[in-house]
């Protein structure tokens, strides 16, 4: 009989490439890593693994035998979630993970309405970027989390994990108050957004080829401008991203690339309050998300709306989508989103 234990460490080997990743991801020695494979093989009777240098390759049949691993997890956890619905009573910890704009916009109005239906349940928030949550609900160190996506960084399929809808916004090129003004360009309405129906994505054809949800825009929403030339008027500016190997990184260096250009980046910050005081400050131009402009209303910032936008979900692993726990915390997030936010999807 295979070990599920054993399985689940050929998984996290087939995503992760090393047994020193798998390691380090699941806190074992890579020994033990190594000699549970090895057990595992002698299991299945015939190699799993092929080695080559550094890095390990599965075998055509540890790949089949990944496969039927990741059927297997998601069957326990259909079976995790039907006993925790046969005991009743929401109790013990919930595994959250979510950034930082999410977490303070959103995050502690869901947590309030949590305690009060489920008394028993202690969610613990632990702040982590999306580009890692992948990880760590895999290897069980989240039991649920926030997950963003860009137009120009869509979120790829994540063996092993589910996700629902949860809210998109807006993105904002914000600049110095004082910086000289691009020419707005076209103004796209709810009824009207550029390229409809073109099927191309961020970054192919002209400025005005893409634009999400534009029907989904209401009324009173802020005028959508030509982004190509909003970004365009601030190439030579310094630029404020956030840190290399985020989200939010890789979307301004490819909104800024598909504009024509390459930004000088001077400052490397994640807090986008802080992004805003540094734009304040004149130290460069920063594109930011509706969340992160929330609240402030700084003279010296100004702010132009793109035509991009940043959605959110909420993920978790494959076959917990009923589980009450995860279930109930996502009911509370989605009665906690801002009115202002746009809906995204419909959630079954």
Known sequence: MLDVRRLRLLRE?????????????????????????????????????????????????????????????????QADADLAEARGGLA???????????????????????????????????????????????AGDLDVALIHEYDFVPAPPEPGLDAQPLYREAMYLAAPANAAAPAPGPEYGPEHGPGQGSGQGPGQGSDQEFDPGAADRGPGRDPVHDQGAVLRAHADAPWITATPGTLCHTMALRACQAAG????????????????????????????PQLG??????????????????????????????????????AALRASVPPELATWGSVT
């Open 13 to 77: 080997l087939a995503r992760r490439g090393t047994i020193a990743a798998v390691a380090e991801a699941l806190a074992f020695s890579p020994s033990a890593v190594s000699q549970q494979l090895g057990v595992l093989e002698r299991e299945a009777g015939l190699p799993l693994l092929e080695r080559t240098g550094r890095r390990v390759r599965l075998t055509p049949a540890g790949q089949n035998l990944v496969r039927h691993a990741e059927a297997v997890l998601e069957r326990l956890e």
């Open 293 to 330: 402009i929330t609240g402030s209303a700084d003279p010296a910032v100004s702010l132009t709306r793109l035509v991009m936008e940043r959605r959110t979900k909420v993920a978790f692993r494959s076959g917990a989508a009923a589980h009450p726990a995860v279930a109930a915390f996502g």
């Open 261 to 288: 250009f390459t930004p000088r980046i001077r400052h490397r910050v994640d807090e986008f309050p802080t992004v805003l005081a540094l734009v304040a400050a004149g130290q460069g131009v920063a594109v930011v």
């Open 92 to 138: 013990g910890a919930l595994r959250i993970g979510a950034f930082p704009t999410a977490i303070r916009a959103i995050v502690p109005a869901a947590l309030g309405a949590l305690a009060r239906r489920h008394p028993g349940l202690e969610p613990m928030v632990s702040e982590t970027d999306p580009a890692a949550v992948a990880h760590a609900l895999r």
